[in-house]
RNA sequence: GACCCCAUCGUCUAGAGGCCUAGGACAUCAGCCUUUCACGCUGAAGACACGGGUUCGACUCCCGUUGGGGUCGCCA
């Protein structure tokens, strides 16, 4: 049987990380098994569920390259569904109608807490008769759960796990509008979309044990469970906003690469041996749940940056272009000429390499937005002392001279006048660089000045030379 | 609180009873490279939570303790 695994988040936020590794990992077992991933909108919180969710969730999935096979199902499109199956329920004796109120319901919980107890319904309609029904008061259709034995889930990452019965009360399947609840359409939809695989975070595994149930009392095969461990924050705590649980616009905002975030998504939690740096193919060639592990893990933002800077590194130079463009264009105050933007392109290998981010890049490259006069930082104008001044202005001469500018060319001019003046070329270089870039940090100098071009060099050299 | 889950360097992890003197990656530190900053290279420091078993032998299996997490909604 062909494998089909679902990501279902419901759209009341963005996509966050844990969602996303949720679907990431949904995706790889799907391509690796050469089976499907679907994507179902869990839609029926109607009050809560957003348009703009939705396709903050979609965008981010598509972002991140996670396709999915078919067309998405949206949960609430399918209630008339998940009410048959609840009158089925019905029929079979196997669910009933409760005329609890909500405000009878929070006594309980009340109660519960006072006592110090789990919440659980106690039974008041489970067993009474329907003529005792109170007037004007909309029944909600409760799940009759077994209450002897243990249900029992084989899970793929957990293990066995097993809970009495007692410990579970009466769900309820149909609130009093009619409108199905989640525990109720999960299984229906799952069922009927043919899920093979349930992969999900690990706050969901006491809902298995009452989805199983429910999956018994419809005579349907459950799917597998994979339940995979929560992702936290750096303090081990729960994922806050601050510490990464942000959606994945965010990341890319924030200037991480969709193919970096994906690598180290994958390792949070599933490893194939020591393999750290690999593409979304090769997971997916390699991926198996067995493979995943069950504790939590913790999220690492230095390790993410550090992932990011390999990618960068790795990057197209047209694509890291177009991604800094807009944040070379805000420190710009404006549109870039062409020769700003040639100059970004051509310096794009050493400027890359340099970066761990995209506002890295940006800032980095910032040496070629600006234009004269330039401003020095703090330390580049200790640099410009009245000797360096007087160097720089004999060095003007001698690059002046030189035939065929080129990153060799002036690098042995300024080789040579090195020579010539018998001093370190730090001496020299460290001067043309804070001239050239009004920074202290950069690429190469001369790469830096074979792409300004002789002239511009020559203008910004003699600049400072004279003052 | 009840129920359930988890537990290897600071972090992510390798480890399926002898391959472990516990390996890799990030971060940290030192050195090399070098015109700066990075990159890169070399090296250092750094962990099996604790206590009992089982076994000739336990990071690996069992039990307990401790610690962390999840769930307990007419949310999903």
Request: glycine share 8%.
């Amino acid at each position: 049987m062909s494998v089909v695994t679902r990501f279902a988040p419901s759209p009341t936020g963005f996509l966050h990380i844990g969602g996303a590794r949720t679907a990431l990992f949904n995706w790889l077992y799907a391509r690796h098994t050469g089976g499907k991933f679907l994507l179902r909108i869990e839609d029926t919180d109607r009050k809560r569920s957003t348009p703009e969710a939705i396709d903050a969730i979609l965008a981010g999935l598509e972002w991140l390259g996670l396709q999915w096979d078919e067309e998405p199902v949206y949960q609430f499109s399918r209630r008339d569904r998940h009410a048959e199956a609840a009158q089925t329920l019905l029929d079979k004796g196997l669910a009933y109608r409760c005329y609890c109120t909500p405000e009878e319901l929070d006594a309980m919980r009340e109660k519960a807490k006072a006592e110090k107890r789990s919440m659980r319904y106690d039974g008041t309609w489970r067993d009474r008769d329907p003529s005792e029904a109170p007037e004007g008061v909309d029944p909600v259709i409760r799940f009759r759960a077994p209450q002897e034995g243990s249900t029992v889930i084989e899970d793929v990452v957990q293990g066995r796990v097993e809970v009495a019965n007692s410990e579970l009360d009466d769900l309820i399947m149909l609130r009093a509008d009619g409108t199905p609840t989640y525990m109720l359409s999960v299984v229906v939809d799952d069922h009927d979309m043919g899920v093979t695989h349930a992969i999900r975070g690990d706050d969901h595994l006491t809902n298995a044990f009452r989805q199983t149930q429910i999956f018994q009392a419809l005579g349907w095969e459950p799917p597998v469970f994979a339940h995979i461990p929560l992702i936290h924050g750096a303090d081990g705590a729960k994922l806050s906003k601050r510490h990464g649980a942000l959606g994945v616009e965010a990341y890319r905002d924030m200037g991480y690469l969709p193919e970096a975030l994906l690598n180290y998504l994958c390792r949070l939690g599933w490893s194939h041996g020591d393999d750290e740096f690999f593409d979304i193919q090769q997971a997916a060639e390699w991926f198996d749940i067995s493979g995943i592990n069950k504790g939590a893990a913790r999220f690492d933002f230095d390790k993410l940056a550090n992932l990011n800077g390999r990618y960068i590194d790795a990057a197209d130079n047209e694509r890291l272009f177009a991604l800094a463009l807009p944040g070379l264009e805000e420190a710009a105050g404006g549109a870039l000429p062409e020769e700003v933007k040639s100059r970004v392109l051509a310096g794009m290998n050493s400027l890359k390499s340099r970066a761990d981010t995209i506002p890295q890049l940006v800032e980095n490259a910032l040496i070629y937005v600006r234009s004269r006069p330039l401003e020095f930082t703090e330390k580049a104008s200790t640099l410009i002392t009245p000797e360096s001044r007087a160097l720089l202005g004999e060095l003007a001469g001698d690059l002046e001279a030189v035939n065929d500018w080129s990153e060799e060319t002036v690098d042995g001019a300024v080789r040579a006048f090195v020579e010539k003046k018998d001093l370190k070329l730090g001496a020299v270089a460290q001067p043309l660089r804070a001239a050239l870039t009004g920074t202290t940090v950069s690429p190469g100098i001369f790469e830096v000045a074979a792409i300004f071009g002789r002239e511009e060099t020559l203008a910004r050299v003699r600049e400072v030379a004279t003052g």
